[in-house]
Every structure is written in structure tokens, then in C-alpha cells.
């Protein structure tokens, strides 16, 4: 079993920047691949970026490219979302998830942490 919790969340001026954490404990960090997906009311969750267990990196959505950055600091057992050039359309729910690093299913989730980016 993992523990995910997730911190970094908040309001900010479209523009502006956040730094999303997850922490994760329960299984050796670095046998998890790692992810980032977002939910905006009404809609579906999206993936935003995964990060692999010795730090490859593929981005979801083509609207984060570029302002969006995933890392992992596997001595901390933490996974990062650093976003950048924030727009009103990024507000969502972000949602921490880890899967073991040969399924391809995402088993553990965290709580989620509200973005909100006013206009």
C-alpha cells in the first residue's frame, strides 16, 4: 500500500506560479513510477505529466508543454509539479498517483489539491 499526500495548492493570479509536492511512503519510492493528473468541474481528469523512476519525463496535455514541469527527488520520496505562466484554465483539482513501475495501472491516489488561477 502507498500513501500519497499532496501539498502546494492554492489561489494565484493568472500569470503567476505554484509548486505542487507529493509525498510518498509505504513502498521504496524509486520502485514507482509517478504522475500528475488535474480534474476542472464538469470535465474529465486529464493527465498532466508522468515521471519515471530515474526521472524520464512525458507531459500530457499540449497546454502544459512548455510551463509545466514534473521532477522527483527519490531521496525524499516526493514528486513535484512546478507550474509556471499559470492560466485561469488550469484551475483544477491536482491529483498525486503512483503505480508500481511495471503496471500500467495507477493504483494509489492522493486526496487532491485545489488550484484556483483568477483572471
Known amino acids: 500500500q502507498v500513501q500519497l499526500v499532496e501539498s502546494g495548492g492554492g489561489l494565484v493570479q493568472a500569470g503567476g506560479s505554484l509548486r505542487l509536492s507529493c509525498a510518498a511512503s509505504g513502498r521504496p519510492f524509486d520502485s514507482l513510477t509517478m504522475a500528475w493528473f488535474r480534474q476542472a468541474p464538469g470535465k474529465e481528469r486529464e493527465l498532466v505529466a508522468v515521471i519515471l523512476r530515474h526521472g524520464g519525463t512525458t507531459y500530457g496535455a499540449d497546454s502544459v508543454k512548455g510551463r509545466f514541469t514534473i521532477s522527483r527527488d527519490n531521496a525524499k520520496n516526493t514528486v513535484y509539479l512546478q507550474m509556471n505562466s499559470l492560466k485561469p484554465e488550469d484551475t483544477a483539482v491536482y491529483y498525486c498517483?503512483?503505480?508500481?513501475?511495471?503496471?500500467?495501472?495507477?493504483?494509489?491516489w492522493g486526496q487532491g489539491t485545489q488550484v484556483t488561477v483568477s483572471s
Open positions: 498517483a503512483a503505480r508500481v513501475f511495471w503496471s500500467s495501472n495507477y493504483d494509489w
